[in-house]
C-alpha cells in the first residue's frame, strides 16, 4: 500500500536528486570534459556533433524541470530515453559494472528506472508546475 501522506515527498526527493545528478553529469562535461572534448568524443562515437549539443540541452532542461517540479513527469522520459542511449552508444559494451574501464550499464540503467518511476509516480510536493493526472 503508498503512504498517501509521505509518497509526495518521496516524489520529490527522488526527482530533485536525479536532477542534480543530471546537473552535475552536465557540469562534467562541460568544466572538465570540456565542450569541444564531449563533441569530439562523440565523433569518435560516429555520432554527429549536434548529438552532443542536444545531450548537454536535455541534460541542463530536463535537470532543472526535475529539480523544480515544472513538468516532471514529462521531463523524464526523454531523460530516460537519452540514459538509455548511453547504454547502447557508451556504456553497454563495457560490462555490467560502472566500476569497469570506461564505466559499465548499471549506473545508466538504475538512472533509467528511477526516471521511469518519476513518470509513474508524478511530480511530488513543492512542483512548480505539476501534470495532470491520467
Not at 530533485?16 to 557540469?27: D, Q, R
Not at 565542450?35 to 540541452?57: C, D, E, N, Q, R
Not at 560490462?95 to 513518470?119: H, I, M, Q, R, S
Amino acid at each position: 500500500m503508498i503512504d498517501t501522506k509521505t509518497a509526495p515527498y518521496a516524489a520529490l526527493l527522488l526527482r530533485v536528486s536525479l536532477g542534480i545528478l543530471f546537473l552535475s553529469h552536465l557540469s562534467l562535461k562541460v568544466f572538465v570534459f570540456t565542450v569541444p572534448g564531449f563533441v569530439g568524443f562523440m565523433g569518435s562515437l560516429g555520432l554527429p556533433p549536434v548529438v552532443a549539443y542536444v545531450t548537454m540541452a536535455l541534460e541542463l532542461i530536463g535537470g532543472l524541470m526535475l529539480i523544480s517540479g515544472f513538468y516532471a513527469r514529462w521531463a523524464a522520459l526523454p531523460l530516460a530515453a537519452l540514459m538509455l542511449g548511453t547504454i547502447v552508444s557508451v556504456h553497454g559494451h563495457n560490462g555490467w559494472l560502472f566500476t569497469n574501464k570506461g564505466g559499465g550499464w548499471e549506473f545508466p540503467a538504475f538512472w533509467v528506472v528511477g526516471l521511469l518511476v518519476v513518470a509513474l509516480l508524478g511530480d511530488g510536493a513543492f512542483a512548480i508546475r505539476r501534470n495532470r493526472a491520467a
